[in-house]
């Protein structure tokens, strides 16, 4: 049941550079989505949010963007700075339900 | 910041045993949440909480699961009989709206021998 998928389980980035991380989904149903970092032993922090009834969302250093034709969403962090280096997860909750359901992760690698 | 509280940060139970994983939400969210992650696998949602009654379950929360709200404060997972599969890391999670970002605590790693 791969509702929600992050295709790219790795990477890296200079620092300073654009990371980007994406993030694909099946379900039509799904109308907001949110992005979480996390670090080993502790829990997943929000970074960012995005309904279905915008296109971008931004915040700071960080950027949304969501595709709905193509469901696909992606986040943008520019410039990514060394503490930016955690696993990434994107999360889906459909109309009338309660529940987040999350990809598989990215681990995001910043180097400086 | 406001930030969502676990106890106990690792549990060691044996097959078998009840725990109690408890958790403080953020105080003024309403609704309230339990996912789990399995090493090595994705974050899983296990069931929401709101007006004091379960809204809505997964597959994996079965009748071992229980969740309750024993005072104003405190939100509580006990899984009445544990087993070896029941290891993992639970979060504990609070939203001001359901529809809305959902904030998690550090997480109670349960480990089952």
């Known amino acids: 049941d791969q509702q929600v998928k992050q295709n790219s389980p790795s990477l890296s980035v200079q620092e300073g550079r654009i990371s980007i991380l994406n993030c694909d989904y099946t379900n039509s149903m799904f109308d907001y989505f949110l992005w979480y970092k996390k670090y080993p032993a502790e829990g997943p922090t929000f970074l960012i949010s995005i309904s279905s009834i915008k296109d971008k969302n931004e915040d700071g250093r960080f950027t949304v963007f969501l595709n709905k034709s193509a469901k696909h969403l992606s986040l943008h962090i520019v410039p990514s700075q060394p503490g930016d280096s955690a696993v990434y997860f994107c999360a889906a909750s459909a109309s009338g339900t309660y529940k987040y359901i999350f990809g598989t992760g990215t681990r995001l690698k910043v180097l400086a | 910041e406001p930030e969502v509280t676990q106890t106990p940060s690792h549990q060691v139970t044996q097959m078998g045993q009840e725990v109690i994983l408890r958790c403080v939400p953020i105080?003024?969210?309403?609704?309230f949440y339990w996912y789990r992650q399995i090493l090595g696998q994705k974050v899983e949602f296990l069931v929401s909480f709101y007006n004091n009654e379960i809204s809505e379950k997964s597959e994996i929360f079965d009748d071992q699961f229980s969740v309750e709200r024993p005072d104003g404060s405190n939100f509580t997972l006990k899984i009445r009989s544990t087993k070896l599969e029941d290891s993992a890391m639970y979060f504990c999670a609070s939203s001001e709206l359901r529809v809305h970002e959902q904030y998690f605590g550090p997480g109670t790693r349960l480990t089952v021998t």
């Open positions: 105080s003024n969210h309403l609704y």
